[in-house]
T-cell receptor, first 114, second 111 residues
Framework: NAGVTQTPKFQVLKTGQSMTLQCAQDMNHNSMYWYRQDPGMGLRLIYYSASEGTTDKGEVPNGYNVSRLNKREFSLRLESAAPSQTSVYFC?????????????FGPGTRLTVL | EDQVTQSPEALRLQEGESSSLNCSYTVSGLRGLFWYRQDPGKGPEFLFT???AGEEKEKERLKATLTKKESFLHITAPKPEDSATYLCAVQAGSNFNKFYFGSGTKLNVKP
């Protein structure tokens, strides 16, 4: 089992460019998440999807869009990148209603916006 | 407002020097408190889940405890390979998918 995979691992964009971050999980989890991690601020939730076909805003959704393509895949899109979106992005999956409920994280995408 | 605070921000220990990391929280309706370990350049890796005050869990040199307002991660006789950032997160309220993370404690264990 690969767990949670993310592509790409690194990306450099210019202000105004767009890109899509890809995430896939093979654990048959219902819920998937996108977080950003900035120095000194911990992990902040951007969007989450509680099940296939549903998405909801988290703490910091502005400037992002998401798509839950199927149960395995959850993508994050930056339509017009800004320097403030320079960060490390983590995708995670879980079954939060079950005993345990811990999240499984991917390796991250390090994004720099110039 | 739901909040999770970790202290200290950074901790330097000598190998074998035991200590504790703190995670305090103010949330409504705690469902679970989670501890993760994060190595540089990698995603967080799950360590423990605690559900109710008084609960304790252990794994090798790590022991997590929970009270009504905070959790401690006790590290007994640490080794250099325990060096990492330790994150805590709480799951609270009616939405199972809302997790609130602290900013982490960066632990450095010197040989």
């Amino acid at each position: 089992n690969a767990g949670v995979t993310q592509t790409p691992k690194f990306q450099v964009l210019k202000t105004g460019q767009s890109m899509t971050l890809q995430c896939a999980q093979d654990m048959n989890h219902n819920s998937m998440y996108w977080y950003r991690q900035d120095p000194g601020m911990g992990l902040r939730l951007i969007y989450y999807s509680a099940s296939e076909g549903t998405t909801d805003k988290g703490e910091v959704p502005n400037g992002y869009n998401v798509s839950r393509l199927n149960k395995r895949e959850f993508s994050l899109r930056l339509e017009s990148a800004a320097p403030s979106q320079t960060s490390v992005y983590f995708c995670a999956s879980s079954d939060p209603g079950l005993a345990g409920g811990q999240q499984f994280f991917g390796p991250g995408t390090r994004l720099t916006v110039l | 407002e739901d909040q999770v605070t970790q202290s200290p921000e950074a901790l330097r220990l000598q190998e074998g020097e035991s200590s504790s990391l703190n995670c305090s929280y103010t949330v409504s309706g705690l469902r679970g408190l989670f501890w993760y370990r994060q190595d540089p350049g990698k995603g967080p890796e799950f360590l423990f889940t605690l559900y109710s005050a008084g609960e304790e869990k252990e794994k090798e040199r790590l022991k997590a405890t929970l009270t009504k307002k905070e959790s401690f991660l006790h590290i007994t006789a640490p080794k250099p390979e325990d060096s990492a950032t330790y994150l805590c997160a709480v799951q609270a309220g009616s939405n199972f998918n809302k997790f609130y993370f602290g900013s982490g404690t960066k632990l450095n264990v010197k040989p």
